[in-house]
């Protein structure tokens, strides 16, 4: 669970392990993602001065028309997108007009293909099934038990980007143990859910056809499941136990105390009752008194004791919402325009950056050479690992004239073309 200031109030005493202090953080290799804004990437680049005058002006137009060409592309990305979740979106305020509207469900397999289109420009990776189930076999940081029934969605769908492994103190047993725990933490996840038609098991507040989709910052993997709407909180045996174990001896108090003389006399009359004795038992005003108050306390007990079950699980469900409530980042539409303007900025970091790199060489390099020296320079300068996409990076600076390749090997362009084309 995510330990920053903000979200350590979550702290409850109730569970039993928490996150109590900030943790390290190792970035794992493998993720496309630089994560650095576009000005601030620019920036970086001009430090290094590397480049001579004729050079740095070359650079300069060539980033112009590479910000132009995407803007041009997102553009039109931007409005079909819109369109295809207009008919789907939950929050539409919109009215529907019936001649311009798709099948549903043409709707929605156009929406998942543009929309998983559009996190892999942005540098998302999507969850398989496999880690999906993986990462709910898995001990919640919260260390309760959360439960998801994927039956209420007809499609589900996960995309993560960036990610870091992470160690934190967490507590035992009220604090009195305390012991460092791994976890994958999801720097970005974005939740893509069609909500399913099961008939008169649908909850009420899941229109069935309609699309959720949701974006969230700094998740565990553990802890996936607390993402979806429909997720349950279940107690485990320890707390369980916590529970029951007091309630089993405040319960043999109260049977020495308050059902005593009621069971004796109640056990008299069923014996009467059964033959067990002939001798008869008198049901008097006081007798029925005394099983009326045993009833009455037995009653008392039963509640007090539900009420602490359903008190705790209530307390579980509140540290969750506090936690989520720091972790969401956008809903549905402004999800879709937040992750345009991420894959634009991605397009545009990736051609900057390579071109940088072919300008500052000033030699033919090959496409594993030139990725060798932008990882390195991220990993040695800036300690960002990540895995840099040479290939797409070379294609865009390709198709945009800025680059060319012979025999394997690539160098700038000999004459920059301003006219500018779709890479993708």
């Given at each position: 669970m995510s330990v920053s200031s903000a979200q350590e109030s979550v702290s409850d005493s109730l569970l039993a392990e928490k996150a109590v202090d900030e943790p390290l953080v190792t970035p794992l290799a493998g993720f496309r993602f630089i994560p650095f804004r576009r000005s601030d990437l620019l920036q970086m680049l001009r430090s290094e001065a590397r480049l001579g005058p004729a050079q740095e002006r070359r650079f300069e137009g060539a980033v112009l028309a590479i910000s132009e060409n995407f803007?041009?592309?997102?553009?039109?990305?931007?409005?079909?997108?819109?369109?295809?979740?207009?008919?789907?979106?939950?929050?539409?305020?919109?009215?529907?007009?019936?001649d311009s509207a798709l099948p549903q469900d043409e709707a929605v397999k156009q929406l998942t293909e543009r929309l998983a289109f559009l996190l892999n420009r942005a540098n998302y990776e999507e969850l398989s099934e496999g880690q999906l189930k993986k990462a709910f076999?898995?001990?919640?940081?919260?260390?309760?038990?959360?439960?998801?029934?994927?039956k209420d969605f007809g499609d589900v769908m996960l995309f993560c980007r960036g990610s870091s492994e992470r160690t934190a103190t967490v507590k035992l047993l009220f604090g009195l143990i305390k012991r460092q725990v791994r976890f994958l933490n999801y720097e970005r996840v974005v939740l893509f859910l069609r909500f399913a038609d099961r008939g008169a098991k649908t909850d009420s507040e899941f229109t069935p056809g309609r699309v959720m989709i949701k974006l969230f910052q700094n998740v565990p993997d553990a802890d996936l499941e607390m993402l979806f709407p429909n997720t349950r909180v279940a107690m485990r045996w320890t707390d369980r136990l916590l529970i029951g174990i007091p309630a089993l001896a405040s319960g043999a108090i109260v049977a020495t105390t308050k059902l005593g003389a009621p069971l004796l006399l109640l056990g008299a009359l069923g014996g009467f009752w059964l033959g067990l004795h002939s001798e008869p038992v008198a049901l008097d005003k006081r007798g029925l008194l005394v099983i009326g108050a045993g009833i009455a306390a037995l009653g008392v007990y039963l509640w007090k004791q539900w009420s602490s079950y359903r008190n705790r699980k209530e307390r579980f469900r509140q540290a969750l919402t506090r936690d989520l409530y720091f972790k969401l980042l956008d809903n549905n539409a402004g999800v879709l325009l937040r992750v345009l303007d991420d894959a634009e900025d991605s397009e545009c970091k990736e051609a900057f950056v390579a071109l940088y790199f072919l300008l500052a060489e000033?030699?033919?390099?090959?496409?594993?050479?030139?990725?060798?020296?932008?990882?390195?320079?991220?990993a040695l300068r800036w300690y960002a690992r990540l895995d840099f996409e040479i290939e797409d990076a070379l294609k865009k600076l390709e198709y945009l004239a800025l680059a060319e390749e012979h025999d394997g090997l690539w160098n700038v362009s000999v004459q920059t073309s301003t006219s500018v084309v779709d890479p993708s």
């Open positions: 803007r041009n592309d997102f553009h039109d990305s931007r409005q079909a997108l819109k369109d295809l979740y207009a008919d789907l979106d939950p929050d539409a305020d919109t009215r529907q007009f019936p076999r898995s001990k919640s940081l919260f260390q309760i038990r959360l439960r998801v029934d994927l000033a030699r033919a390099l090959s496409a594993k050479e030139l990725d060798s020296v932008i990882e390195d320079w991220f």
